[in-house]
């Protein structure tokens, strides 16, 4: 038995999709659930060179064998979720979603509009925020799953009639393996960010992607902070500070990139900002989620040299000193070490994990 939690420990776009995706392949895990709703896309590159972009299915379907789950305490647009299961070609038999979870409707959208929520907290107007607000109040206009599949056929199919909690719980208690992807980052926690209200509508911390899905904290045997050398921020000031701001063109020219490089965020297709590394964020990250293991992407950010590194020992000294800095601050493995945008460009080195406690 072993139940995995990946976390973002910065503003989100850390990578997390593609750490899930690969702890899924290489330790087979056996389900997958996914937390949030579709205002946050978590994006992968296949083994084909493919951008996978997913809003609502766990990255772990790269995993043909793994369950794949949406919890209690999501939120669904029910065509964003089709057009995934269609694009992706994914068998009912391999998809459940809880009765419970929460239906977005086209009104959601509408009065995020209304309220201006782009202008005034960078909002990707995909009614998250919205339809929790009418999840709260409990109102005659407030649908679960269970209450729409007259609406949507196909879904009925796909209810979990015991619940995701039930599922999940029973598959520990039999010795499988379960991985909790959560949804942006910790930084944007409702509850815990600093910078509220330019945060997002939900609590972002692994205690809170465990509530979502209803399993306890005593059955958690991994957390996984998932963290990136130059944290990301969506555009605009108002959705928020970010420390010692850059640019792309500083990017490249610092890690000698041989071509422009630049992010967009996946809902929206917007620019990202992007600063140096902020080692209090980090800090405060590792307080909130006490992980057990380390993730860091964007080593490729730091020199082009390390893209597609496979050995500690090729990285460059900068990417070596970040690693063991990470690992001697917060006495955490850094055991994921990403050195591209694909699966296949993550480092899983023991030797890396050693070194990182190194002064």
Known sequence: MSLWVVVGGQFGSEGKGKVAAYITQHENIDICVRCGGPNSGHSLVDE???TIILR????GYVNSHARL??????LIDPSVLWNEIKSLAIPPWRIGVDPQCFIIEEEDRETERALQLHQRLSSTLCGV???VSRRVLRGDDAHLARDVVGRYPWLEQLLVKEGVSAEVNAALDVGKKVLVEGTQGAGLSLYHSPY???CTSRDTTASAFLSEVGVSPRMVTEIVVVFRTFPIRVAGPQAGPLREEITWEQIRTESGYPHEVEERTTVTKRIRRIGRFDWDLAAESIRLNRPTRLAVNGLDYLD???KGQGEFDSLTQNAKILVSELGRRFGVPVTYLGTGPSIEDILDNVHAAQTCFQS
Do not use: E, M
């Not at 609502?56 to 990255?59: A, D, E, K, N, R």
């Not at 789950?69 to 999501?74: H, N, R, V």
């Open 48 to 50: 084909h060179g493919k």
């Open 56 to 59: 609502q299915l766990p990255t």
């Open 69 to 74: 789950l949406i919890p209690a305490g999501a």
């Open 129 to 131: 925020g919205a339809a």
């Open 196 to 198: 509220y209200p330019r």
């Open 304 to 306: 082009y040299t390390n």
